[in-house]
């Protein structure tokens, strides 16, 4: 599951994430230490919902120069997935 995480994470999120660093969005190392893992799920399947709705989410956008993520159409499966892979990251 870790594997495919990364595999779906290296195609789909790396335009605007890196591992390990800031780049146009948060670095997702340590991720799990800051957010919920429902708060990732929500960012990875309905960030649109997330970026009208949650106030951390408002304050990211700010501190990012109004960049916005975009919603890359994951599945649930393939959400959880990177998600695992985020844990992984330290
Ligand atoms: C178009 C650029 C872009 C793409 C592509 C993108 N993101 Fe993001 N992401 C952002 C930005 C910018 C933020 C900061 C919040 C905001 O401004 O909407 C963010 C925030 C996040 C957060 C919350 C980070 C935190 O510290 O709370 C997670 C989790 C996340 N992205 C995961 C992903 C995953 C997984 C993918 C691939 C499926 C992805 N993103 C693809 C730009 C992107």
Known sequence: ???????IYKAKCTAC???DKKY???APK?????R????VMN???NPEKMIA???????MIAENNGAVMANQNLTQDEARAVLEYF???K
Not at 30 to 34: A, C, P, Q, V
């Open 1 to 7: 599951m870790v594997k495919q995480g990364e595999e």
């Open 30 to 34: 340590g991720i799990l230490d800051r």
């Open 24 to 26: 146009i969005g948060p």
């Open 43 to 45: 960012m990875i399947l």
């Open 36 to 39: 919920s893992p429902e708060f």
């Open 17 to 19: 994430h890196k591992p």
């Open 87 to 89: 844990r992984t990251l």
């Open 53 to 59: 709705e949650n106030a951390i989410v408002k304050q």
